[in-house]
Nanobody, 125 residues
Framework: VQLQASGGGLAQAGGSLRLSCAAS????????VGWFRQGVGKEREFVAA????????HYADSVKGRFTISRDNAKNTVYLQMNGLKTEDTAVYFC???????????????????WGQGTQVTVSS
């Protein structure tokens, strides 16, 4: 499966952006999809994930209540709606997919087999 992330850009603190992760080659409906981010000089960190087999959603504590991950099977796309943006959300955001992850592995970026290119999100104060 090939992934294409888009939707990044510049937003003010308190604003919103919606990231998209569009898949081609295979249907995303049987893949768990995660969003990760990496700030300058920082390690890649988990943001959110959608587990395909039970449709459960999982979030990092830092984004819980502000970000929402969702999937549109008809468009073969997973979204990350980001509200209440903070300057610390500034990073390159990546989407990733894998078919075999168990719940405990969703937050570990090394467990994902397929990656899209990153999309830059910059939040200004």
């Amino acid at each position: 499966v090939q992934l294409q992330a888009s939707g990044g850009g510049l937003a003010q603190a308190g604003g919103s952006l919606r990231l998209s992760c569009a898949a081609s080659g295979r249907t995303l409906s049987r893949y768990s999809v995660g969003w990760f981010r990496q700030g300058v000089g920082k390690e890649r960190e988990f943001v959110a994930a959608f587990k395909w087999n039970d449709a459960s959603t999982h979030y990092a504590d830092s984004v819980k209540g502000r970000f929402t991950i969702s999937r549109d099977n008809a468009k073969n796309t997973v979204y990350l709606q980001m509200n209440g943006l903070k300057t610390e959300d500034t990073a390159v955001y990546f989407c990733a997919a894998d078919q075999r992850l168990i719940t405990s592995s969703l937050r570990i970026w090394r467990q994902y087999d397929y990656w899209g290119q990153g999309t830059q999100v910059t939040v200004s104060s």
